[in-house]
């Protein structure tokens, strides 16, 4: 069993950055994939970004290439999400979830532990 924590959310201007963190329970999260989703108010929850457990495959949505950058800190037992030159569009609660094996890393489906979520909100 696993759970996860993020936090780092919060309100931001268009153009800064931003660092989210999810924190992960358990002394196996080196063997987890963890992913990055967002849902932006009054749409589906979209996959954003994922990374293997040895932090050596490391996946993105083409929507938001080049801005995004996931890492992860496994004598932490942490996983980080920066995003950098925020837009308004990036407004949505991002999600945290983690699995052992994920066949197809940039789905949902493949993933069965998920935190609460932190809302970013980016103002124009």
């Known amino acids: 069993q696993v759970q996860l924590v993020e936090s780092g959310g919060g309100l931001v201007q268009a153009g800064g950055s931003l660092g989210l963190s999810c924190l992960a329970s358990g002394r196996t999260f080196s063997t987890y994939y963890v992913a990055w989703f967002r849902q932006a108010p009054g749409k589906e929850r979209y996959f954003v970004t994922a990374?293997?457990?040895?932090?050596?495959?490391?996946y993105y949505a083409d929507s938001v290439k080049g801005r995004l950058t996931i890492s992860r800190d496994n004598g932490k037992n942490t996983a980080y999400l920066r995003i950098d030159n925020l837009k308004p569009e990036d407004t949505a609660v991002y999600y945290c979830?983690?699995?052992?094996?994920?066949?197809?890393?940039?789905?949902?489906?493949?993933?069965?532990?998920w935190g609460q979520g932190t809302q970013v909100t980016v103002s124009s």
């Open positions: 990374i293997s457990g040895n932090g050596k495959n490391v």
């Open positions: 979830a983690a699995a052992r094996t994920a066949l197809r890393p940039m789905s949902q489906s493949s993933y069965n532990y």
